[in-house]
């Protein structure tokens, strides 16, 4: 789905995931589900791009729904796959600590897990090569991102900026839907492992100049990254 110019969602408020399609290439942050693997391929067609273009995935962080089809592309299209060194053993492996699941409802929840299983959810292959980034790094891919460390959710959960597309991409550093609850508006993301370092983070998004702020769930916030760091600590 096309956002703006040369930016595009895969997957939808549940999961997403996104494209920035540049002259000089692609680059992917986050790889969604294992099943996004086809949303990836449909897009490509209807922007006329193919696989090759794609230079490098960058993940937010290193949760199961984040990296779907990321080891896919690795290994089918010598893609490298980017992640903060923090998450670097969490992708490699599927480890993470055990957190509190916090409020759900029934039904988003029930929506959440019908729809990940839809998209062979329980079928992740981890990430067996990955290259680390570090806090502040400029990445040379497309776009030109840079890596913003916002420690919390998990240890290397960053924001990828990408001023190219005017955008600011946040994993789930926060949210704009509740996966467990269904409630809509910016707000903390559930899973966290540290939830106090999640919301003291979101100070590192109000010097970012972008127009989008694009979360792992939900929908895409149109605004800025320090208007919505403001509207999650209120929530």
Do not use: C
């Not at 230079?55 to 937010?60: D, H, I, P, Q, S």
């Not at 839907?177 to 492992?193: I, N, S």
């Not at 916030?221 to 929530?235: E, K, L």
């Amino acid at each position: 789905m096309k956002i703006a110019p040369h930016l595009h969602r895969l997957g939808n408020d549940i999961v997403a995931s996104y494209l920035v399609d540049l002259p000089e290439g692609i680059t992917l942050v986050d790889a969604g589900l294992p099943g996004h693997w086809r949303d990836l391929h449909r897009e490509l067609d209807a922007i006329g791009r193919p696989l090759s273009d794609v230079r490098g995935v960058v993940l937010t962080h290193g949760d199961s729904d984040h990296i779907g089809f990321a080891e896919r592309l690795r290994r089918e299209a010598g893609v490298p796959v980017l992640v903060h060194e923090a998450d670097a053993h969490r992708v490699r492996t599927g480890e993470k600590p055990k957190v509190s699941m916090g409020p759900a409802r029934f039904g988003p929840m029930v929506g959440f897990l019908a729809y990940s299983l839809s998209k062979n959810g329980l079928r992740t292959r981890y990430v067996q090569d990955v290259v680390t980034v570090t806090d502040g790094e400029t990445l040379d891919l497309p776009g030109r991102p840079v890596v913003v460390g916002l420690p919390g959710h998990s240890p290397g959960s960053i924001a990828v900026h990408v001023p190219a597309v005017d955008a600011v991409f946040v994993g789930d550093a926060l949210t704009t839907r509740h996966v467990l609850t269904g409630r809509e508006g910016a707000q903390p993301a559930p899973f966290t492992d540290d939830p106090a370092a999640a919301l003291a983070s979101l100070e590192r998004l109000a010097g970012i100049e972008a127009s989008w702020v694009l979360p792992g769930h939900g929908t895409p916030w149109h605004g800025s990254p320090g208007d919505i760091a403001a509207a999650v600590r209120a929530a």
